[in-house]
């Protein structure tokens, strides 16, 4: 194998080792006691480069046929879960990895899980008027919705470009809103500046 191939993508401080590989992996899948389908779990891995796609595909395979982990079914999609064996291994042998890597990957992990569970509670509908659309914009809490917006629009594709958008960006329209009522200013001023009319 190519030597630059089998580094690529690698963040100073990742890993390469399938060995310590299958340790984080473990780790991870204990710590959040949570399963996760293949795409979070390769997101988790890819998105701060801290391991190569080759040797981190290698290690699941590797862990999945030691008994590690195991495929689980959750409602339609499929998830790997860590066994008891993977929390032993985990617990025994976790000290042998950088705590800064292992830090990271849970604090991925974590806000990953946050993004899908806000997401769970965020109801984004249209509704056909006699002039127009409305584009109505909830999130739901436990008691009293935590927000509630509707907004005009002229036209069904008007009205699906605001639908995407408030997907897309929830959580920055919660918070401006939030920043605009309570006026405060600074606030406001640093969502703007964060803002990316092309994400």
Do not use: W
């Amino acid at each position: 194998m190519d030597f630059e191939q089998y580094f690529a993508g690698i963040e100073p401080g990742g890993l390469v080792d399938p060995y310590e590989i299958k340790l984080l992996v473990c780790y991870l899948l204990s710590s959040i006691s949570e399963p996760l389908t293949p795409d979070q779990l390769n997101f988790v891995f890819q998105s701060e480069g801290l391991v190569n796609y080759f040797s981190y595909t290698s290690a699941l395979k590797g862990l999945l046929e030691t008994g590690h982990i195991e495929e689980v079914e959750q409602g339609s999609e499929k998830k790997y879960k860590i066994t008891p064996l993977g929390l032993d291994s985990s617990h025994k042998l976790q000290s042998s990895l950088p705590r800064s890597l292992k830090d990271k990957v849970v604090a991925v992990a974590l806000q990953l899980l946050t993004r899908l569970e806000r997401k769970k509670n965020v109801d984004i509908s249209l509704k056909h008027v006699e002039d127009g659309y409305l584009v109505e914009c909830r999130i739901l809490d436990v008691g009293s919705d935590l927000m509630k917006l509707t907004m005009y629009a002229n036209n069904e594709t008007q009205a699906e470009i605001i639908k995407r958008n408030f997907e897309k960006r929830v959580d920055l329209l919660y918070r401006t809103i939030l920043a605009v009522g309570i006026g405060n200013k600074d606030a406001f001023g640093e969502l703007l500046e964060g803002f990316d009319v092309t994400d």
